[in-house]
C-alpha cells in the first residue's frame, strides 16, 4: 500500500496509459470489420470483442486518471498523445490483418495482463483479472482463424503468413512497456524478456500446428 | 453446422437456442457464446448437427 | 435453389387451421416455401444492412461509453441478420451467395437506410424510428407466424430491440435539454419520420399478398402495422415537444398524416418536397427500385471480407 500513496513511478503511468490505448485502438480496429467480416458470425465475434475490448479501456482511463492526474490527456474523447502500436495505427486493410492482431496483438496485451495479476498495485491487479475473464474468447477465435486460414489455399495462407510477419514487431516491441522498476516493485510479476517468452511459448504452439513460421 | 443449446437455471432443461456454421470448433464456441448472448446461461453446449441420431420425425 | 416442398396449399391450410406450425420444408407447398423465403429475405437483409448504416454514424458517438453500446446494438442487429439467413439456409437457400454475391441493388431492405446516418442524433432517431418500425413488424410476425422455429427465434429479437428502442428515447430525452439538441433533433425527424411511414409499404387499397396473410406469414396489413408504429412513436415525439406531421383523430380511433403523403424525396439532401404535393406509388416504388444513395456502399461493405478472401484464395 505503500507504493499507491508515494507518487505513481513513471513506469507504471507509462504501462496504464499504454494499456488503456492499446485497448481502445484494438476495440476500435476490431469494431471497423464488424460490418465486413468474411462470415456473418464472425462479424458478431467482431462486435462482441471490439465491446469487451471498449470495455476493458474504459476502466483503464480512470486508473489513468488516478496515477496521472486528471487533464485531456486522460481521458479517450480529448487525449491526443496515444501510445498505441505501431500495427494498430490504421484500420486493418484485409481479414488477414484482423487475424493477426486477434492472435498476435490482443495476446500480447493478455500476456502483460496476466503479468499483472498479482501486482502490488491493486487497482491495476484488480482490473487485470476482471478483463482476462474475457480473453480466452478471443484467443479462441484467434487460434480458430489462424488454422483456418493456414489450412485454407496457398495465397490465403501467404497472406496470414505477411500478416503476422507484419504485426510481429508490434506484438514483440510491446513488452518494453515492461520496466525493471515495475517487476522490483512487483507492479508485475516478470520482465520485457520473461514476457516475450511466455508470449511465444503461447502463440508458438499454434502456429507450428499450422506450419507457420514461428514469431 | 452446429447445434446450440442452454439453459438459464439448472432446474430447466437444457433446450435448443439456435445454430451456428463454422468448421472449427473454437470459432463454433466462440459463435455461440457472441450470438446468443440474449441471457446469462447458466450452461450452453453445442453438438454437431450430423452427429444427430433422429430416431423420429413427423 | 430450395429444396423440394412436397405438400400442398390444401396440405399446408389444413395443417395451421389445425392449429399446428410449419416446423421444416418437408411440410411445405412451393408457395409457402417461396413466399417465406420472400418475407425472411427482407427480415435478414433489413437487419444486416442497419450494421454498416448504424456503424457508420457511430464514427460520431460523443463518447467512448456511447461507442460501445452503438457496438452492442450493432452486434444485435448482425446476430438478428445471422438467425433469419441460418433459417432460410435450412430451407435450402444459398445463403452465402445471397449475401456476399448479390448486387447491391438486390437487397431487399427498406429504402430509409439508402439514406445515410450522418450524425450521433440520426443514429439515435434511428433507433427510435426505425427500430420501433422492426419491432411493429417482428412483433406482428411473432404474433402470427405459422414457420415454427421463426416464431422461436423472434423471442430473442423482440428483446434486444426492445432495448434498442430505449437506447434511442433515453438519448433524445438527453439530447433534448439543450436548445442546439432540440433542433438537431427536430431536423432528423423531418426527414426521417415520413421515410418511416413509407417502410410499410404500400396502403391496403393499392396491394394485398393475401398468401401473407392466408398462410399467416403476417397478422397485421400495412395500413394497420402503420398505425401501430405511429401509435407508440407520435406519443414519444410529442411528449418531448417535437412535432411530427401526423395527429391522433381520436374521434377516427386512428392517426392521421398532415403532409403530402407519399411524396417526393430530396435525398441527397434529406428533404421532402412536401411542397409539389402527393405523388403516386407507383414514383415511389420507382425511387426504391433504383435504391439510395448508400446501398453500394453498404453492400460492399458487407461484402469485403468475404471477396477479399476469395481474392487472396484465388491469388
Known sequence: ?215 | MWEVFARRKFEEPLHHVGTVAADDERLAQVYARTIFNEFSWVEMVIFRRDSAVRIMES | MAVAAPATDADVLERIRSGKLIEHVGQMSPSYLEGMIRILTVSADTELISAPAYYNAAQAAPHLNAFGSATAIIQDELGHAHIAYRLMRDLGVDTEQLIYERPAARFKYPYAFDVPLDSWVELVMANAFYDRAGFCLLGDIYQTTTFGPWKRALVKVDKEETFHLRHGENWMKKIAQSAEGRDEIQRAIDWMFVLTLEWFGLPDDLKRHSEQLDFGFKGQSNDQLRQTWMSTAVPLVESLGFHVPAHDDAAAGRYVIDCPFPAEFDAENKRWLFEEGPISWDRVLERWKQRGPMNAQYVDTIQRGKQGLERLADA
Open chain 1, 1 to 215: 500500500m505503500a507504493l499507491e500513496a508515494d507518487a505513481a513511478p513513471a513506469a507504471l503511468i507509462r504501462l496504464v496509459a499504454a494499456l488503456a490505448d492499446n485497448k481502445y485502438f484494438l476495440g476500435r480496429r476490431y469494431a471497423g470489420w464488424c460490418t465486413s467480416a468474411p462470415t456473418l458470425e464472425s462479424a458478431v465475434a467482431s462486435a462482441a470483442m471490439a465491446q469487451d475490448e471498449i470495455g476493458h479501456a474504459r476502466s483503464l482511463y480512470p486508473l489513468l486518471r488516478d496515477l496521472a492526474g486528471d487533464s485531456p490527456q486522460t481521458e479517450p474523447e480529448t487525449r491526443t498523445e496515444f501510445d498505441a502500436m505501431p500495427a494498430l495505427q490504421e484500420p486493418f486493410s484485409g481479414w488477414e490483418d484482423f487475424v493477426a492482431a486477434n492472435f498476435l496483438l490482443d495476446t500480447a496485451v493478455t500476456v502483460m495482463l496476466e503479468a499483472a495479476r498479482t501486482s502490488s498495485h491493486q487497482a491495476l491487479a484488480q482490473r487485470a483479472r476482471r478483463m482476462l475473464e474475457e480473453e480466452p474468447l478471443h484467443w479462441l477465435h484467434a487460434e480458430g482463424w489462424v488454422q483456418r486460414m493456414a489450412d485454407g489455399p496457398p495465397g490465403m495462407r501467404r497472406a496470414l503468413a505477411g500478416a503476422l510477419r507484419r504485426a510481429t514487431p508490434s506484438a514483440l516491441g510491446w513488452f518494453d512497456h515492461a520496466a525493471p522498476d515495475l517487476v522490483a516493485s512487483s507492479m508485475l510479476d516478470a520482465g520485457a524478456q520473461d514476457l516475450r517468452m511466455r508470449f511465444r511459448g503461447r502463440v508458438n504452439p499454434p502456429l507450428a500446428d499450422s506450419g507457420l513460421e514461428p514469431v
